[in-house]
């Protein structure tokens, strides 16, 4: 029996963040290490064209990606771990996909508003993002797409988009679901109660490159409580960032102090900011080692092209036979 397929994808925008990390990262490194799956995880640089980068901030993004993912644990021998534009075939079909998706479908995607309202324009390709992203993940017949909360209308957009092309064409592609963790959503440190995001600014979110100082200077700035009342937003967050990166023992002090009034929030602050420093010590050290080795970088990935590359080669060929393109 073939293993179940998982598909996801970052893009390269920006250093990897702890909401990137208890979204969907971490999760891929579970999957990764039960061996149940096969695994495709790539760098979506295609869809971050769509964005502001300059074609030299691109490249450079890509690497830091590549060596923050395979420093947190990716595994080239065990995840087809590559480049999105390395692989001929996704925007290929997404094209196809194209034509059997309704407008007024891409017009009701809450990212697509968001972001057209951000970067006060829009174009053809921020419209057409989550149609590409449902090619990125059906190329490879994906069945199970791990992502954070934000990304879970475009898996359904997806599961819609393999309808509509079987329904046209016979059945071939599945209908992908989307995989959460248990913290699905991280809210921002300054503004809690938005998702922890790199488009807001460097003081909302926390790097897992930062250094423990870094850290601690952020995280002091978290808002806390408003005035009385229920638990304030950005103190559930920290609870819950420090849930996931401290001790149990720690935690749960924190949650019994909060019940009771007690709570300082400076002494959280630190025991978090201790925590998650501690966390990602190995993952600072990887990721140096690994930016200085460029060439080691271009190995692995294009390996992980290749090996996608069959994958979605075979895959385009019924597919274009269904469409009567060969
Ligand atoms: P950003 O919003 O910072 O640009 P991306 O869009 O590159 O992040 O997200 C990459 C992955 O991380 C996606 O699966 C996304 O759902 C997840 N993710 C991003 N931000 C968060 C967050 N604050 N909480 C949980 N998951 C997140
Ligand atoms: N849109 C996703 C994000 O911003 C990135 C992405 C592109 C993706 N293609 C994908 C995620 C395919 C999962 C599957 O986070």
Redesign the pocket.
Known sequence: MSKPVI?????PTGNLHIGNYLG?VKNWLELQKSGKYELYIFI?DL?SLTGKLTAEQLREQVKITAAELLAAGIDPDKTTFFV?SQVVGHADLAWIFNCVTPMSELERMTQYKDKSEQLNKTTAGLFD?PV??AA??LIYK?EQ?P??Q??VQ??ELTRDVARWFNNRYGEFFPEAKHLLTHVPKVMSLLEPEKKMSKSLGAGHVVELRETPEEIENKVKRAVTATSGGAQAPGVANLLGLLKEFGEKKVYEAFVAAEKDGSIRYGDLKKSLSDAIAKHFADFREKRAKLLKDEKKLEKILAKGAAKAQKVATANMQVVQKLVGIK
């Open positions: 598909v996801s994808g970052i893009q969907a979506a869809h999105q993002y590409l992203q990125d993940i994906g797409v992502v954070g934000d990304q475009h898996v």
